[in-house]
């Protein structure tokens, strides 16, 4: 599980430092698939070199890393890897890192919120529940201080409200504009917002980007809490498993010799 674990953050940081995060249109899930690729084929190769000690005890790591590495090995980890991980319940765009003013990538479940207002006493005892369970819905933190994170953020609904209304207030001089608009499902209202449970430290930082209106990426769990379930920690694990089944395909062969001459194992890479 080490090398698929190992493959999510990389591409975790390879999101950090092309600016994609989980909220990124096309790019985040995209780039989630193709991270879930890269750790279902690291995953694979490291059972095969496991495998190939146990057959020959030679240790795989003072061998050169690309000897006996297949592509259609990797390819066929790789797609099996995906379709584990999605079956599984896992979401593509959570590999990726969250966006302080979005919707976290280990978001679960969160609770309808009052407007601008604080979340009230019971709302926090629930997102307590959350926050125990799934972690801060940014980085994954369980402990410290319990945060209701309004989302979207009270200064983008303000701000998108009051460009919405100096727009609105123009068209709707038109006769019956509004009530076409609402019969066709076109928004002309503020979106509503739902609180979920964020850490302390996420909401300072938050805090600020908003003010400053800067964009600001964090890390979270390898394996964290959200999606539809945790199954999908164990895709790598299933990966390897495939390659010690089938061990009987490349096992090892002696060569005899004549007498007093002795016998060599030769051990073979898949």
């Known amino acids: 599980m080490g090398a698929y674990a190992a493959g999510l953050a990389a591409a975790q940081a390879a999101g950090m430092a092309l600016r994609v995060s989980c909220a990124t249109p096309v790019a985040g899930p995209v780039g989630g698939l193709l991270g879930v690729g890269l750790a279902s084929a690291a995953a694979g190769q490291a059972a095969l070199k496991c495998r190939a000690f146990f057959e020959d005890s030679k240790n795989p790591l003072t061998q050169p890393l690309w000897r006996g590495v297949r592509s ?17 319940g896992g979401r593509f765009r959570s590999v990726m890192p969250s966006d302080l003013s979005r919707v976290g990538a280990i978001a679960r479940e969160s609770l309808p919120a009052a407007g601008v207002e604080y979340a009230t006493e019971a709302n926090r005892v629930e997102l307590a529940r959350f926050f125990r369970r799934d972690g801060c819905h940014h980085c994954g933190k369980r402990r410290g201080a319990l945060v209701g994170d309004h989302m979207p953020p009270n200064k983008h ?20 504009l509004r009530q076409t608009a609402e019969s066709l499902n076109i928004p002309t209202r503020p979106p509503r917002q739902r609180y979920y449970p964020q850490c302390g430290s996420c909401s300072q930082k938050q805090s600020a980007a908003i003010r400053n209106n800067r964009t600001v ?31 009987g395909s490349s096992g090892s062969k002696s060569v005899g010799g004549s007498r007093g001459s002795g016998s060599s194992r030769i051990g073979t890479w898949r």
């Not at 259609?72 to 599984?88: H, P, R, S, Y």
């Not at 609904?157 to 019956?176: D, F, I, T």
């Open 217 to 247: 990426l964090v890390f979270h769990e390898v394996f964290h809490h959200g999606g539809h379930g945790e199954a999908w920690h164990y895709a790598g694990t299933l990966l390897g498993l495939r390659h010690h089944s089938s061990s």
């Open 157 to 176: 609904v303000k701000a998108g409200l009051g460009a919405m209304q100096r727009s609105l207030y123009k068209v709707y001089k038109v006769p019956y």
């Open 72 to 88: 259609d090995d990797m390819l066929v980890d790789a797609l099996l890897g995906i379709a584990l991980f999605k079956v599984m």
